[in-house]
């Protein structure tokens, strides 16, 4: 395969929920656009962040990339394969190439297996647990990698505190090696020093194995720090792509710019200095978008056209904006 | 209102906290002393488990059944909140000491209308009649920028959205004027753009009121855009306080300097590791003796495995816990 193709590339991705109405006769009145027309690529060995806030559809992005929801329209290559329409069968080897870390350590848990049983049960499930010794030599090997002690091997759960619960699930998901790695919000739920450790361990196993991660969360800081690129959603839909510095020092999008006036800074100094521009308003209902483009609501700079025509994600410098603003 | 001008508004001292949990006491707050000055804000940050909720839930007792107040005095206008019958500290809450919880949705009653929440405290305390407490409410709403507040009187707090539930906990708790709110982690279940609206709202409407404002947070970020003084509490103890400039500036005690080093997104770290903090947060019922950070501290005696270190001056008006200092 050539080296240059990108792991990933996600084109003009739908994903969208029927609304029913009606215990009988059922009828479908509508549906949630919950990815609407989402495109990106993933290059090997990069972080790609995705941010925006609740009901953006970045999880539901990932959940469709991974096939455990199924795309309603749009392509998802990857490692140069369409992966978009595989059938149950196809899936299970497409399973050990791509894995996910859940956000909350307690509950992607099952509280009563031993911590070896959980990160060795994908390679029981994939049928790569026969020759016993192997077996827990691997498991061994791969506590080692996030940094579990081997005589956790036999605790349960309840006996890890939230960051070690979080390296059993990045131990999990290492387990068939995989090439991608979504992480959905998987520090969010931890405190700032156990944080640390967790996005350290994420960046060392990089490097290391050569991972492709699509980092999921919606803390502009960790995510900033972890991320090659990054997109920001909104209501379902890209709204700019730039590579991570680019972003922040030059966000081109209102959204984008709203979103990083609003997250402070966590130094006094600079956020006495700082021009408070807040937008007002709260996301619309993903159930019913606004018309155009979606920002325009809450937009400090929304134009007539952008009341009726919805924006394309279009080349700016080096970036890709999606505004009317730059047309 | 006897107003003392000479000492603070809030005075905290040596206040100790236990709840009975099934693996025997454990003392979440210990021998915590801070004050509040009127009109300030104070941040009391601290990660999960550090006692910084349950400091802010002892000011107006409002423990559940298995916590108990073991020592201290919390002394507010002169007079002791700890030693007042319970009929005086409900004369106190919602009128001179407001509190704004996390999770507006539970902390609001699902069958009365928004109107009457916050039209309650000021009849309550005021005696006003309700028709004038709504008036009233109605201006607060409006003044917490709900839009449309003189419609939405009458609307239940299932049909707002999380930010207006949160802007209608600030107009309650603004509506007796206090002279103290305490805000326990006012937007952490909040979107981004949303926390800072309800923040910068909670800010304005505080100062406009004159009141002082206790923001218990674990978002440093928040703590450096909103607040004067900080507070950093670990174990269940305060290790440090300075103004938020200073702290920022130049932490002194060992754990304020870790949890600066950890935050990620700052210019100069991004890409590279982060600095940690090593180990695990302490078990509260078993904890070490002495210092309860020595376990994780580069810096760590011999010493500071013996004694607990108090609280003590560090030059320009802060305190830190550290005999290594």
């Known amino acids: 395969m050539n080296d240059q193709a990108p792991l990933l590339s996600v084109t003009d991705l739908a994903v969208h929920f029927p609304v029913i109405r009606g215990v009988v006769f059922q009828r479908e009145i509508g549906s949630v656009k919950a990815v609407d027309g989402v495109s990106f690529e993933l290059k090997r060995g990069e972080t790609f962040g995705l941010v925006g806030e609740s009901g953006c559809g970045k999880s539901t992005t990932a959940l469709a990339i991974l096939r455990m929801l199924r795309a309603t329209s749009g392509r998802i290559v990857f490692e140069g394969r369409d992966i978009t329409d595989l059938g149950v069968g196809e899936l299970r080897p497409l399973r050990r190439r791509m894995q996910m870390v859940y956000q909350d350590p307690f509950g992607s848990l099952n509280p009563r297996m031993r911590a070896r049983d959980i990160i060795g049960e994908p390679l029981v499930v994939h049928g790569l647990a026969d020759d016993r010794t192997a077996y827990r030599a691997r498991v061994q090997e791969l506590m080692d990698l996030v940094g579990l002690l081997p005589d956790m091997a036999d605790r349960y759960p309840h006996e890890f505190s939230g960051g070690q619960r979080q390296r059993i699930g990045i131990a999990r998901a290492l387990a068939l090696e995989p090439s991608l790695i979504i992480c959905d919000e998987p520090v969010s739920a931890l405190d700032v020093s156990i944080q640390a450790q967790v996005v350290n361990l994420l960046m060392d196993l990089q490097e290391e194995l050569g991972l492709t991660y699509l980092f999921i969360a919606h803390d502009l800081a960790v995510v900033r720090h972890i991320s090659d690129r990054i997109g920001v959603m909104y209501l379902g839909r890209l709204v700019e792509v730039a590579h991570r510095d680019e972003l922040f020092e030059n966000p081109r999008h209102p959204y984008t710019q709203a979103l990083l006036a609003a997250v402070p800074i966590p130094d006094p100094v600079r956020e006495a200095q700082r021009d408070h521009e807040l937008i007002a308003g709260e996301v619309p209902s993903v159930q019913n978008p606004p018309p155009g483009c979606r920002f325009h609501t809450r937009c400090p700079q929304a134009m007539p056209q952008c009341r009726t025509d919805s924006p394309d994600l279009g080349p700016l410098g080096s970036s890709l904006v999606a505004c009317h603003l730059y047309a | ?325």
Not at chain 2, 58 to 86: P, Q
């Open chain 2, 1 to 325: 209102m006897d107003t003392n001008l000479t000492g603070p508004l809030l005075d905290v001292q040596d206040l100790s906290v236990s709840f009975r949990t099934d693996r025997g006491i454990v003392r979440a707050v210990d021998g915590v002393s801070f004050h509040v000055d009127a009109g300030e804000t104070l941040a009391i940050v601290g990660e999960s488990g550090s006692g910084k909720s349950v400091t802010a839930l002892s000011l107006l007792r409002l423990l559940d059944a298995a916590g108990s107040i073991d020592s201290g005095r919390v002394l507010f206008d002169g007079e002791n909140l700890l030693d007042l019958d319970a009929r005086a500290i409900r004369s106190i809450r919602g009128d001179r000491i407001a509190m704004i919880f996390q999770e507006p949705m539970s902390s609001l009653n699902p069958v009365l209308t928004i109107g009457k929440q916050v039209a309650e405290p000021i009849r309550l305390h005021r005696g006003t009649p309700w028709q004038d407490a709504l008036r009233e409410a109605e201006r607060l709403l409006d003044h917490s920028r709900i839009p449309d507040a003189p419609a939405r009187l009458k609307d239940y707090p299932h049909q707002f959205s999380g930010g207006m539930r949160q802007r209608t906990m600030i107009a309650m708790a603004l509506a007796c004027r206090p002279k103290l709110i305490i805000a326990d982690e006012p937007t952490t279940a909040l979107d981004v753009t949303v926390q800072a609206q309800i923040l910068a709202l909670l800010k304005e409407l505080t100062r406009e009121a004159d009141s002082a404002l206790i923001l218990i947070t674990h978002d440093l970020g928040v703590v450096a855009r909103y607040a004067d003084r900080v507070a950093v509490m670990y174990a269940g103890r305060i290790v440090e306080t300075a103004n938020a400039r200073d702290l920022y500036g130049e932490p002194r005690h060992p754990y304020t300097q870790g949890l600066m080093a950890s935050i990620p997104g700052v210019e100069g770290s991004i890409g590279h590791r982060l600095k940690t903090i090593d180990g695990q947060p302490p078990d509260l019922a078993r904890l070490p003796p002495g210092c309860a950070f020595a376990p994780r501290c580069e810096r760590a005696t011999g010493a500071c495995r013996e004694a607990t270190p108090a609280l003590e001056p560090a030059g320009n008006g802060r305190l830190a816990a550290c005999i290594r200092l």
